[in-house]
């Protein structure tokens, strides 16, 4: 390794901690005078916990302080509801935001937690707390409400038994104008305001039906048995697994692996295109390929187990596809020869084409995790290259390595991962 690359990473290093820290929020809530202490995505744009990037923040902790990771987490799961259920944001100072809380299109469960989830990260960021402190006492803590989560998934989100998981609204899967979603929403314009329209749309058929998932479902508005919430969902039953079996649970740790393998196969069996050599969300209960090529299509090289002939029409004719996805900083999240593709969010709308960190996180890991070792390697060099060009932001052109979207981005400092080579 050059002087140069050395002394960018340890710059690179001491940026994120600063982030971690600096996004810190702690304090008692008028929400039942609980106490928080969370890392917030952004002061600036996103001042509250968010359900998925606190997970990835835990992730990052682990390489600050692991008390801090693990308080992270214990954070989030306060909001956890006895039925299972986790919103995707707690608006712990909800009074001092009130503006900012305007300006988002949410539906609320009550004052303070919101009524839809977002990807099942969580049992993942749990294993790896608990694999950075060994905390036997952190683990039984935490794994009830881990296990009720996915169990909440299963009994909510999959009236038709088909082992696949449905989203109800765009941003449960956190991505939010994602343009697979394009045919369900109905956006009247391709802009901020078109997707805020799109919404309340949305809201408004769901207003009656709110508290009754299977109706929710049923009034077929916006099903998606979408690929990163499953490949999330699959990933995070493995972890559970594991958990359990570290905490003397080998019932559940069965019962919940049995489960993750029924959803590897249910994935290959009903997204995957044999033609294409590519996996799409499905939409609507009817189900139908949405037949737009985004990184969500790679994910289910996630999973632990993907036959490898996939893997490798995965990688070899799409991942480093240079029409597709291998740009100079890549994965844009959307393929560059989508009609869609919009990589700099010149439409000002989310994940139509710019690349993301957490994305690149998810997939070095499966790249690793199926023998592609020097791809994760090519992979890793270049995010980090693009986030010492762009700082730490939100998402980045995947042709410049530009930075764009909110300052300070939390979930960024998962680099901290690529720096320590895991
Ligand atoms: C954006 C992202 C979503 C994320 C949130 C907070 O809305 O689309 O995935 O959770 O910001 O960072």
Redesign the pocket.
């Known amino acids: 390794m050059s002087v140069e690359t050395r002394q960018r990473d340890s710059r690179l290093f001491a940026e994120a901690k600063r982030v971690l820290q600096s996004n810190r929020h702690t304090g008692r809530s008028p929400w039942g005078n609980r106490s928080f202490d969370f890392v917030c995505?952004?002061n600036v744009?996103?001042p509250f916990q968010?359900?998925?990037?606190s997970c990835f923040h835990a992730i990052a902790l682990t390489h600050v302080d692991v008390r801090l990771a693990q308080q992270e987490l214990l954070c989030l799961l306060q909001a956890a509801q006895p039925d299972g259920f986790i919103p995707?944001m707690i608006l712990w100072e909800r009074e001092k935001y009130l503006k900012q809380i305007a300006s988002y299109s949410i539906a609320m469960l009550n004052d303070y937690l919101t009524a839809t989830s977002?990807p099942p990260v969580l049992a993942q960021a749990v294993e790896r707390v608990f694999l950075a402190g060994r905390d036997q006492t952190f683990l039984a803590t935490v794994l009830p409400k881990a296990k009720a989560y996915y169990r909440w998934w299963i009994q909510h989100r999959d009236p038709d038994h088909d082992d696949l998981v449905a989203i109800i609204q765009p941003?449960e899967?956190?991505?939010?104008a994602l343009p697979s979603y394009d045919a369900l929403l109905h956006m009247p314009t391709l802009d901020p305001d078109g997707l805020r329209q799109a919404m309340a749309r949305l809201f408004g058929a769901y207003a009656p039906l709110r508290r009754d998932s299977a109706a929710l479902i049923a009034a077929d508005v916006f099903v998606v048995e979408d690929l990163l919430t499953n490949c999330a969902y699959a990933q995070g039953l493995r972890s559970l697994a594991r958990l359990c079996r570290s905490n003397q649970e080998m019932d559940n740790a069965a019962e919940f692996d049995q489960l993750a393998g029924r959803v590897e196969h249910a994935l290959v069996d009903k997204c995957y295109d044999e033609q294409r050599g590519i996996f799409f969300d499905l939409l609507g209960v009817a189900e139908r390929p949405s037949g737009v090529v985004t990184v969500t299509s790679l994910l289910p090289l996630m999973l632990d187990n993907l036959d490898p002939a996939i893997c490798k029409r995965l990688i070899e004719e799409h991942l480093l596809n240079p029409a597709e996805f291998w740009l100079p900083y890549p994965l844009p999240s959307v393929a560059a020869n989508e009609p869609t593709f919009d990589a700099e969010a010149k439409t000002g709308l989310?994940?139509r084409g710019s690349t993301w960190v957490n994305l690149n996180w998810l997939l070095v890991g499966g790249l690793r995790r199926h023998g592609y070792a020097a791809i994760a390697d090519e992979l890793v060099a270049r995010t980090l290259e693009m986030v010492a060009r762009g700082g730490f932001r939100?998402y980045y052109s995947p042709y410049s390595g530009a930075g764009y979207g909110?300052l300070d981005?939390?979930?960024s400092t998962l680099v901290l991962d690529f720096l320590e080579r895991i």
């Open positions: 995505p952004s744009t996103y968010w359900l998925w990037d995707h977002q941003d899967s956190g991505l939010d989310l994940w939100e909110a981005f939390g979930w």
